[in-house]
């Protein structure tokens, strides 16, 4: 069934993407990344006294420097990464802007924001989301296909297929797929 199911998603592929491809879009927005670090309180009593440093003209790190038990944590974030509060309150943030505190689950946060766009790698990721979009409009195209469509392996050749005399060990089924079917 495996077989069957790529041998018609092959065949479908770029006939089929062509289209979907040329529309899909990503703004820049959707997409951007940055870098951010942040402190994790257990109390909100915590997080007051942290923020009332930062806002006393401490920076981020000095501030978090004093408290012994908070070390802060730095990170690249992209949307859909994280709890919908921190992660609005962290893309709402220009560079070098702290954030309030921000309130999830049993955890007070508050944000420093190293950089609000990291072109290159906003760049990476519309492609990747492009990507992720076509793809996932094509498996709703595929599907019914796939549902409607009878293919039969001819066993006589798939059984004088011998894999093992292939030379590279680390080849993808891909691989074998494109030099015995395409």
Known sequence: EMFRQFAVAYKYYDTVTAGIDATTEVSADEARVIDIQYIAATSEEEAQRLK???????????????????????????????????EEAAFDLTTGENSDIIASGDRYYIIHCL????????????????????????????????????????????????ITSLPDPAVTFTDVYDEYFS
Do not use: H
């Open 52 to 86: 009332a440093k930062i806002d006393g003209g401490q920076t981020f790190i000095a501030a978090c420097q004093e408290e012994q038990d908070l070390s802060p944590e730095e990170t690249e974030l992209v949307r859909g990464m994280t709890e919908s509060s921190f």
């Open 115 to 162: 950089s609000d766009n990291e072109a290159n790698r906003t760049e990476a990721n519309i492609t990747r989301l492009k990507n992720e979009k076509v793809l996932a409009q094509f498996n709703t195209i595929l599907s019914p296909v796939l549902d409607t469509t009878y293919i039969e392996v001819n066993t006589l050749f798939w059984n004088r297929i011998d």
